[in-house]
């Protein structure tokens, strides 16, 4: 198979991590009988540099010829960087919501995995995490309170502000089939998540989620309230597979299981449009602090690629070889410095690349 894969390298680590992410990708592809064709995109401040606009309209027409496109990150140190000099909607991560926008991606894909060998660096009792765990959160990332009409009035003297949280069941729809699609490529579990005790929208989210399980016969279905799922991601994080849920209770929820995984440098992401097509990248910055030092940690961007195998291309078996290659040189004890801990050997950007890419077969 050819891949057509676009590449924005982005700002600071970006090159560095995605260069590593492009080494595990080409041995794979190697290994398995395909070819890469890789298409350099700019945006954020590497566009800003050579355009003067943080995205351009090359640049969305280039992602759309595209299968997937593989991201470092965006953005650079808001106190340094003349890029923060310009008006805010030319900024670098201005760049970034509106390719998101253009590409009309509305589901945002989240893995929290904790590897057993890296259950030090997790806040949890070890009696809960022993074993590890392994649970996705897909958020819906284009409707409800975040896009909803706003606005603040005076009522009586008094300042009122009013937000609305709208979901019509066709964007709910749309997003519960890409949860029960990729629920049947793991543990066939989703969980769906709201608060229809006391929200409209949340009523109809769960009604239109029941109707969409009836084609997923394999796929067990449960619902829990978004305040129970707080609670239950710290209790018992081994009882999820895939969480579905809406955007502002995703955004939350989100970044509560990618703490109790421990380093930002493991997290890897995806967002999907209705076709196979995806955006993925790690969940961190462009860390603008440790850039060009060789130190970052490749593995978010490394799983990110394995994403983009599982999900744009349908590569199962490639994605499996790249998650396993990772677990092994973890068990081997290499650490990049962000998960580095005493009797563990500690390796640079490209020697961490170069083991995964050797322990793909
Ligand atoms: P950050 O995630 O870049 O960094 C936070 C901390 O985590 C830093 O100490 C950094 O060194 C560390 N870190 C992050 N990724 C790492 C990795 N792969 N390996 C080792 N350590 C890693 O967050 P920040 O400092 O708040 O933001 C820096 C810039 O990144 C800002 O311009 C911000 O807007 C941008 N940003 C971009 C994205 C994106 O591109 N999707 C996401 C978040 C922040």
Redesign the pocket.
Known sequence: MNLNIGVIK?D??GPE?VTEAMKVLDRTAKIYGHTCDYTQLLL?GASIDVHGVPLTDETIAGAKKCDAVL?G??????KTSPWYQLEPSKR??AG?LAIRKALNLFANLRPAILYDELKGACPLKEEITEGGFDLMIMRELTGGLYFGERKTVTEDGVLTAYDSLTYNENEIRRIAKRAFDIAMKRGKKVTSVDKANVLDSSRLWRKVVEEVAIDYPEVSLTHMLVDNCAMQLVKNPKQFDVVLTENMFGDILSDEASMVTG???MLASASLNETKFGLY??????????AGKG????I?TILSAAMMLRFSFDLDKEADAIESAVAKVLKEGYR???IMSEGKTQVGTAEMGDLIASHLA
């Open positions: 982005g600071g680590i991590i954020g991201m990150s965006i953005g650079g140190d808001a670098p991560e970034l380093s930002i440098g990248e790690p969940s961190g910055g462009s860390a603008p602090d440790i130190i970052a940690n490749p978010a990049t410095i962000d």
